[in-house]
């Protein structure tokens, strides 16, 4: 089990990852002292993993269980668990625990931020989404109709627990899914990575557990390192939104059928088209992108019947834009970010590529 320190500007909390790791979590509870514990999960989560979450929990804790899916990612699915919580009596003396994907994550750390107004949470991602990147960073919300992750808060896990374990029985689906972001962190941050997510392709698609522990391993570290430096995204973590403008619109036209990560992929070749445009990335860097994430199964051609209108209208009720404009953040050159304004003329013309 590697272990590594997340560092922001109020606290630090510990993040454990590799196969097994659940056994921490007696230790983080002993250590947090909770006098209650609430376990948040969606139902299929719970189905295939709630038994053996039961053997480290207290057998007083609160089972509260999701419907699975992005589109129960909203305020009517919280005001259900706070009235969950307030059935149970559920206060601030209280921990939940966040078991599941990054849905459930957001979700779970959304009403840990805000029921008797803030308690502590341990995210237990059981995705690969959700351990590259959902569970650290404190970004905790819920979509709103007009657009998604609209009403949150900045709420940091106490802790954080990656049990290579509960990873085993995800989809296929969704292990490729979660490798957006991986692609993600590598073409902004640090193109090593690109080359290594490369190599080990094989390894990685096989669920090699010792590869999925690195790779997890990198990318939360790529990620600590900009949390640590600008945690509410006042600067440099705004590079994180590469792919997500164009990414989050589609998410929302296509009513949430697509996996967030599979969204990002679309959203990711889409803003590099529109790098490619104005001569910031070259087409070879694009390509080698583009050739990535089909390496991984990710779409990289939007289904034909999105309409363009409805994804710069989604783009313009995105929480990133500023004045009036559209922001995304384009690539100059792999490694090389740069948040700038697009017109609705450039979001057209890359998504009728
Ligand atoms: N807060 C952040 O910084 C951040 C970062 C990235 C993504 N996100 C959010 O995360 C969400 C996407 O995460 P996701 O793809 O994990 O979504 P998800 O939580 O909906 O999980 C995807 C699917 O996998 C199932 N599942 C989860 N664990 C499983 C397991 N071990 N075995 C079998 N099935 C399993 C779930 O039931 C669900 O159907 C989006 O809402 C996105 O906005 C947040
Ligand atoms: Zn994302």
């Given at each position: 089990v590697r272990q590594r320190l997340i560092n922001t500007s109020q606290s630090a909390y510990p993040l454990h990852i590799g196969?097994?790791?659940?056994?921490?979590l007696d230790g983080e509870l002993q250590r947090l002292a909770p006098f209650a514990v609430a376990v948040l999960a969606d139902q299929t989560v719970l189905g295939l993993h709630g038994q053996t979450l039961r053997r480290h929990i207290p057998a007083t804790a609160v089972l509260l269980s999701i419907p699975p899916g992005e589109v129960n990612k909203n305020l009517s699915t919280a005001a259900s668990l706070y009235d969950a919580l307030a059935q149970a009596e559920f206060g601030r003396d209280g921990i939940i625990l966040a078991f599941g994907g990054g849905m459930t994550g957001d979700l779970a750390g959304f009403v840990a931020a805000t029921w008797h107004r803030g308690l502590p949470y341990i995210q237990l991602p059981t995705t690969l989404e959700a351990a590259v990147d959902?569970?650290?960073?404190?970004k905790t919300g819920v979509n709103h109709a007009s657009g998604k992750n609209l009403i949150g808060a900045f709420h940091q896990p106490a802790a954080v627990i990656v049990d290579l374990d509960f990873l085993a029985t995800l989809p296929g689906r969704d292990l490729c899914a979660g490798l957006a972001e991986c692609v993600k962190h590598g073409s902004t941050c640090d193109p090593a990575l690109l080359s290594w997510l490369e190599l080990h392709a094989d390894a990685i698609l096989a669920r090699d557990v010792g590869v999925l522990e690195e790779l997890i391993d990198c990318n939360c570290e790529i990620k600590a390192e900009l949390i640590a430096r600008d945690e509410r995204e006042q600067g440099v973590r705004v590079v994180l939104n590469h792919g997500h403008t164009i990414g989050h619109a589609l998410e929302q036209v296509l009513g949430y059928e697509l996996r967030h990560g599979e969204c990002v992929a679309l959203g990711m070749v889409a803003e590099n088209a529109v790098a490619e445009r104005r001569g910031w990335l070259s087409r070879p860097e694009a390509a080698r992108i583009r050739a990535l994430l089909e390496r991984f199964h990710l779409p990289t051609r939007a289904p034909g019947a999105v309409d363009p209108d409805l994804v710069t209208a989604a783009c313009r009720a995105d929480k990133k834009k500023r004045g009036g404009m559209v922001q995304a953040v384009l690539?100059?050159?792999?490694?090389s970010p740069q948040r700038t304004e697009v017109t609705d003329d450039e979001i057209r013309g890359a998504l009728t590529l």
């Open positions: 196969a097994g790791s659940r056994d921490h959902a569970c650290i960073g404190g690539l100059r050159g792999l490694g």
